[in-house]
């Protein structure tokens, strides 16, 4: 599934191309130009605009809360969805891939170099990830997640 989250959205959009999935963000969009990128690219609106709750639009998620990990939760477990494999850019949208230590050893700062060994860079802009604690924390809490809403549902 791939998406498109309203102005208000930043964060959301950030979490969800970390965890892999196909999100469109701009900060300056006007609902008009959201709704026909939306149509054009068959993508999924998320959206915190009471405005996009009054259309009948029927690919239109309204993310109810302010808080990041319940926005997150809800996307995943609203449209039942899982985890893709692959990561993407947090800030281009573009795929990552996995990349050997020493090709980007003059890329990150010298204490991430010396303590991480899993690298990925992006192949839109170029800008290299590693799974820091922040990133773990988080595709853990989702993966426990939904584990419990699977075995809440049987």
């Given at each position: 599934?791939?998406?498109?989250a309203?102005?208000m959205?930043?964060?959301?959009?950030?979490?969800?191309?970390?965890?892999?999935?196909?999100?469109l963000?701009?900060?300056?969009?006007?609902?008009?130009?959201?709704?026909?990128?939306?149509?054009?690219?068959?993508?999924?609106?998320?959206?915190?605009?009471?405005?996009?709750?009054?259309?009948?639009?029927?690919?239109?998620l309204?993310?109810?809360?302010?808080?990041?990990?319940?926005?997150?939760?809800?996307?995943i477990?609203?449209?039942?969805?899982?985890?893709p494999?692959?990561?993407?850019?947090?800030?281009?949208?573009?795929?990552?891939?996995?990349?050997?230590?020493?090709?980007?050893?003059?890329?990150?700062?010298?204490?991430?170099?010396?303590?991480f060994?899993?690298?990925?860079?992006?192949?839109?802009?170029?800008n290299?990830?590693?799974?820091?604690?922040?990133?773990?924390?988080?595709?853990?809490?989702?993966?426990?997640?939904?584990?419990?809403?699977?075995?809440?549902?049987?």
């Amino acid at each position: 599934m791939r998406f498109i989250a309203d102005a208000m959205l930043g964060r959301l959009a950030r979490w969800l191309r970390l965890l892999g999935f196909d999100t469109l963000y701009y900060p300056d969009i006007t609902d008009q130009r959201l709704l026909k990128l939306a149509r054009q690219e068959e993508r999924f609106i998320l959206t915190r605009d009471s405005h996009f709750q009054r259309k009948d639009i029927e690919t239109c998620l309204f993310i109810n809360s302010d808080d990041i990990d319940r926005q997150v939760f809800q996307v995943i477990t609203d449209l039942h969805l899982r985890l893709p494999d692959k990561s993407r850019c947090a800030n281009c949208n573009g795929v990552l891939e996995t990349v050997k230590k020493k090709e980007i050893a003059d890329s990150v700062p010298e204490y991430v170099y010396l303590n991480f060994t899993h690298f990925q860079r992006c192949q839109g802009c170029g800008n290299v990830y590693w799974e820091g604690s922040h990133y773990q924390r988080l595709r853990q809490k989702v993966q426990e997640f939904l584990k419990h809403s699977a075995r809440s549902e049987n």
